[in-house]
C-alpha cells in the first residue's frame, strides 16, 4: 500500500484553487444530459466520482465531448428521458451523487438497467428512495440486500403524484426525487418525513434545476411541489463553481498556521451550503474576509467549539482534525449521517484521532475531541475515505509528521490534493 508522510510544516501562506464542486459537476452533467438542447460546462471536477456519472451518460447513449483536461465538456442533451432498447448494466463505484439520482431519474426513463457499486456502495442506504419512488409505481428490485443496491430497474412513464420521503438519513433521496420529477407526466408533490438531514445541498439542486429552467415549489422544505409540462431547457453555459468542501482543508491550514492563505474558486455568493465551514473557523478565531472570487483566512489562536453541524457534513470532518489545534474540546453534533457514506466516518475519525493520542468520545451522532500537547506520529488509515486522507494531513500543521495510508483515496473528489496542499508550504 502507498503511503505519504507529511514532515511538519511550520508557516503555510498564498493562494490555492480548488477545482469545480463534485455537488454541481453530477448534477449538471446529468441535467445536461435530460435537456432539450447543448449545454457547455466549465470547471467541471476531473476526479472519480464525476467519471462514474460520465461513463454512465455514454451507456445511456448520451453524446458530449470532454476537453483533454477534462474540465470542459459539451453535453447533447436528449431532450428529455433516457431511452435505451438493450439491458445496460452500470458500474457507478462510490458515488452518491451518480447512484441516488440515476436510480430516480431511470426509473422514469425507457431502460432496463442494473446499477452496481464498489462493495461500501452495498452497504450506503438506498431504501428510502426506493420506497418513495414505488409510491409513484416505479419497478426497481433489490438484487442482494433491501434497502441497498445493486438495484434492478425496469424504466418506464411514470405519472407522478404524490410521494413521501424519509429525509432523516441522506438529502440526495430528496435531490434525486426532485431532479426526476420533470420526467413524470403529471404533477408531483414531494413531502418530507422526518428530520431533512444536509439541508443546503437541496439548495444546490434547486438552484441547478432552475438554471435548466425547472421551477420547484419550495413550502418550508416540507412539502415541494413540481408542476406537470415542465422540462429541462440548456442553459447554453454552464459554470461549476470551485468546491466548498475541498476548500475546507485549505481554509482550515491557514486559521491553523497562516500566515493568510486565499482559497480562489469559490466566493462569498456561492451556492454550496459547505461554504459556511469558513464561519465555523471565524467562530473558533480565524480571521476571514469574503470576497466575490475568493475567501480569505488568516491565522490566530483558536478555540474549541460546540456546534450542530448537520449542515456540512463534509467540511465538519475538517473541523474534526482542525480542533486538534485549539484550545479546550470541540463537539460537532447531529452527524449520524458520518455513518452512513464512504465509511463509517465517525468511528473512522474517531479511531484515528485516537492514534495520535487525542482523547475522543464517539457518541450515536456526535465526535467530541480534546486536544493534546503530545501529538504523536501515526500512520493514519484512510477506510478508501478521501475526505480523512485530507483532513489528517492537517495534523503536519504540527510538530509532528504523519503517515497518510493510500492517499491516492482522494481520487474521488480531488486527485492532485497533495500537490496543491504542498504549494502553501513550499
Ligand atoms: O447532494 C450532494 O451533492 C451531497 C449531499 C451530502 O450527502 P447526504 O445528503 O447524504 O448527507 C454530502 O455528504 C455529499 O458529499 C454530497
Ligand atoms: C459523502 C460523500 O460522497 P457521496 O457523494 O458519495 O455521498 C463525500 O464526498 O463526502
Same mark, same amino acid.
Not at 413524470?184 to 432552475?210: C, H, N
Not at 497562516?258 to 451550503?273: A, D, E, F, H, L
Given at each position: ?16 484553487? !480548488?477545482?469545480?464542486? +463534485? ?23 476531473? /476526479? ?10 455514454? +451507456? ?9 483536461? =477534462? ?19 452500470? %458500474? ?7 447512484? @441516488? ?8 426513463? =425507457?431502460?432496463? !438497467? ?17 420506497? #418513495?419512488?414505488?409510491?409513484?409505481? #416505479? ?16 424504466? +418506464? ?18 435531490? *434525486?426525487?426532485?431532479? /426526476?420529477?420533470?420526467? %413524470? ?35 418550508? $422544505? ?11 431547457? /440548456?442553459?447554453? +453555459? ?7 468542501? /475541498?476548500?475546507? $482543508? ?12 486565499? !482559497? ?22 480565524? =480571521? ?5 472570487? $475568493? ?20 467540511? *465538519? ?93 482522494? @481520487?474521488?473528489? %480531488?486527485?492532485?490534493?497533495?500537490? @496543491?496542499?504542498?504549494?502553501? $508550504?513550499?
Amino acid at each position: 500500500m502507498e503511503q505519504l508522510t507529511l514532515e511538519p510544516i511550520s508557516k503555510v501562506s498564498g493562494e490555492v484553487n !480548488v477545482p469545480g464542486s +463534485k455537488s454541481l459537476s453530477n448534477r449538471a452533467l446529468l441535467l445536461a444530459a435530460l435537456a432539450e438542447g447543448e449545454t457547455e460546462l466549465t470547471n467541471l471536477l476531473d /476526479s472519480e466520482d464525476i467519471e462514474h456519472m460520465l461513463n454512465a451518460l455514454t +451507456k445511456l447513449g448520451v453524446t458530449y465531448s470532454l476537453s483533454e483536461d =477534462k474540465t470542459r465538456c459539451k453535453v447533447v442533451g436528449n431532450g428529455g428521458a433516457f431511452s435505451v432498447a438493450e439491458p445496460l448494466e452500470l %458500474f457507478l463505484g462510490n458515488a452518491g451523487t451518480a447512484m @441516488r439520482p440515476l436510480c430516480a431519474a431511470l426509473a422514469a426513463s =425507457k431502460v432496463e !438497467v442494473v446499477l452496481t457499486g464498489e462493495p461500501r456502495m452495498e452497504e450506503r442506504p438506498i431504501g428510502d428512495l426506493v420506497d #418513495a419512488l414505488r409510491m409513484g409505481n #416505479a419497478e426497481i428490485e433489490y438484487l442482494k440486500n433491501d434497502g441497498f443496491p445493486p438495484l434492478q430497474i425496469k424504466g +418506464k412513464t411514470l405519472s407522478g403524484g404524490e410521494m413521501e420521503v424519509d429525509g432523516s438519513v441522506s438529502s440526495q433521496f430528496l435531490t *434525486a426525487l426532485l431532479m /426526476s420529477a420533470p420526467l %413524470f407526466t403529471g404533477d408531483v408533490t414531494i413531502r418530507i418525513k422526518g428530520e431533512l438531514v444536509s439541508k443546503p445541498y437541496i439548495d444546490i439542486t434547486l438552484d441547478t434545476m432552475a438554471k435548466f429552467g425547472v421551477e420547484v415549489n419550495n413550502d418550508n $422544505y416540507q412539502t415541494f411541489t413540481i408542476s406537470a409540462g415542465q422540462s429541462y431547457r /440548456s442553459p447554453g +453555459k454552464f459554470m461549476v463553481e470551485g468546491d466548498a468542501s /475541498s476548500a475546507s $482543508y485549505f481554509l482550515a491550514a491557514g486559521a491553523i498556521k497562516g500566515g493568510t492563505v486565499r !482559497v480562489t474558486g469559490i466566493g462569498k455568493n456561492s451556492i454550496q451550503g459547505d461554504i459556511r465551514f469558513a464561519d465555523v473557523l471565524e467562530a473558533m478565531g480565524a =480571521k476571514i474576509t469574503w470576497h466575490d472570487e $475568493y475567501v480569505e483566512v488568516t491565522g490566530a489562536p483558536l478555540k474549541g467549539i460546540d456546534m450542530d453541524m448537520n449542515h456540512i457534513p463534509d467540511a *465538519a470532518m475538517t473541523i474534526a482534525t482542525t480542533a486538534l489545534f485549539a484550545q479546550g474540546p470541540t463537539s460537532i453534533t447531529n452527524i449520524y449521517n458520518w455513518r452512513v457514506k464512504e465509511t463509517d466516518r465517525l468511528n473512522a475519525m474517531a479511531t484515528e484521532l485516537r492514534k495520535l493520542g487525542a482523547e475522543v468520545e464517539e457518541g450515536h451522532d456526535y465526535i467530541k475531541v480534546w486536544p493534546t500537547d503530545m501529538l504523536k506520529h501515526a500512520a493514519i488509515d484512510t477506510y478508501n475515505d478521501h475526505r480523512i486522507a485530507m483532513c489528517f494531513s492537517l495534523v503536519a500543521l504540527s510538530d509532528t509528521p504523519v503517515t497518510i495510508n493510500d492517499p491516492g483515496c482522494t @481520487r474521488k473528489t %480531488f486527485p492532485d490534493y497533495f500537490t @496543491r496542499f504542498a504549494t502553501l $508550504y513550499s
